[in-house]
Every structure is written in structure tokens, then in C-alpha cells.
């Protein structure tokens, strides 16, 4: 059965910290990985990989795929008030459905 | 760019009424919408994969005759809960991806249903 799994399922840090979040990944002709940050509304797109080995980054942001090992990370430097949500991790396969995984719930405290 | 429009956000209904939901993109065409419920603290689950112009693919354990999901034109789909009771209150969610190539799925806002 095609899964997404993420870890941890919820952080604490403090403004400043670096936060690395993981997602490891079971899916059948898989496609590609996307990460979301959802807040108190519907999620909003950060990054989508397909590709092994290459970084992707935006601002504090970046995330990294390896397809060998199954799983990606997303890093978060500097954090800041604002990075406080929920991120979603979600593999895609030739359907282009997205299957997600639970979430890790990200609060940063000043 | 990439903007996917929801409507309501939040409706408040009495047990028995349909509701309908409407998802737009606002900038770019979908060939593609997706519509999701999400409880809460849960993550999204996918009720149906909606095509412009042809049937919706409903996912497992959804009822088609509950939820039905029209898809016009590639800047609209809609999803319509028929006699909506209390256990179909929660958070519904679209998203529409664009053609061409590989794209991500662009969420809306969500709408909140609320069955009294």
C-alpha cells in the first residue's frame, strides 16, 4: 500500500533555531514530492522535487529528495514566529494524485 | 501566479439542504481539480479527481450521488453535497493543477460546512 510518512509529528523550537523535517516515501510509480505549509487555512505550495540529489531552495527554505533512499528532507534556518504551521509532505504518482503524509507540526516560540 | 479561488469559505446549514461548492482558477487553466476533506488535526484525503469535460473518479468509500462534482470549463469545478447531514460537517478543500509539464496542485482556501 502506497504511504507517506512524516517525522517528527510535531517540534518545538525557539526563534533562531534550524529545523530539518522528514519525509519518507512508499509509492508506486512515483512521480514526484511536493512540501505544503498549511496554517489555518488550505495549504500553500513550498517546493516540488523530482529529481535526486538537487537542492531547492527559497529564502530560510530548502528541501532535497533522494529517490535511492525514498525519503526527502525540508530545512528551515532562522526561524521565525511566522514558520509556525503544519508541513505537509505528499508523493504524486502517474495519476498526479497526491497521497500525504500526517504532518509535522512546526511552533516557534520568540 | 497560481491562484485558486473557493467559495463559500464557511457555510452554516440545516441537515437535509444541498450545498454547493465552487473552485476557480483565477490565472492559469486546470484540466485537472481535486477535491479533499480534511478533519481535524487529520491531513487531506482525497475524495475525487475531477477532469474538464468528462465524469469525475471518485476515490474508495466516497458516495458519487453525495457529492457530485461538475467540472465545466477548466477554471471551474464544483462540488455539490446533496442532503447534507451532520456527519458530512467538516473542512473541504480543491485544488487545481495546471497543464502541461509537471505541475503542482494549488490549493484553495477550504470551505467550511457546518450541518446543523
Known amino acids: 500500500e502506497d504511504k507517506v510518512v512524516q517525522s517528527p509529528l510535531s517540534l518545538v523550537v525557539h526563534e533562531g533555531d534550524t529545523v530539518t523535517l522528514n519525509c519518507s516515501y512508499e509509492?508506486?510509480?512515483?512521480?514526484?514530492l511536493l512540501w505544503y505549509k498549511q496554517e489555518k487555512k488550505a495549504p500553500t505550495f513550498l517546493f516540488m522535487l523530482?529529481?535526486?540529489?538537487i537542492e531547492k531552495k527559497s529564502g530560510r527554505l530548502s528541501s532535497i529528495l533522494d529517490k535511492k533512499e525514498l525519503f526527502s528532507i525540508l530545512n528551515i534556518t532562522a526561524t521565525q514566529t511566522g514558520d509556525s504551521a503544519v508541513y505537509l509532505c505528499?508523493?504524486?504518482?502517474?495519476?498526479?494524485?497526491?497521497?500525504f503524509g500526517t504532518g509535522t507540526r512546526l511552533q516557534v516560540f520568540p | 501566479g497560481a491562484v485558486v479561488s473557493q467559495h463559500p469559505s464557511w457555510v452554516i446549514c440545516k441537515s437535509g439542504t444541498s450545498v454547493k461548492i465552487e473552485c476557480r482558477s483565477l490565472?492559469?487553466?486546470?484540466?485537472?481539480m481535486f477535491w479533499y476533506r480534511q478533519f481535524p488535526k487529520q491531513s487531506l484525503m482525497l475524495m475525487a479527481t475531477?477532469?474538464?469535460?468528462?465524469?469525475?473518479?471518485?476515490e474508495q468509500g466516497v458516495e458519487k450521488d453525495k457529492f457530485l462534482i461538475n467540472h465545466a470549463s477548466l477554471t471551474l469545478s464544483t462540488l455539490t453535497v446533496t442532503s447534507a447531514h451532520p456527519e458530512d460537517s467538516s473542512f473541504y478543500i480543491c485544488?487545481?493543477?495546471?497543464?502541461?509539464?509537471?505541475?503542482?496542485?494549488?490549493f484553495g482556501d477550504g470551505t467550511r460546512l457546518s450541518i446543523l
Open positions: 485544488s487545481a493543477r495546471g497543464t502541461g509539464g509537471d505541475q503542482p496542485q494549488h
Open positions: 509509492v508506486t510509480n512515483f512521480r514526484s
Open positions: 523530482t529529481s535526486s540529489g
Open positions: 505528499a508523493g504524486t504518482y502517474v495519476t498526479d494524485k497526491l497521497i
Open positions: 490565472d492559469f487553466q486546470a484540466t485537472t
Open positions: 475531477s477532469n474538464e469535460g468528462s465524469k469525475a473518479t471518485y
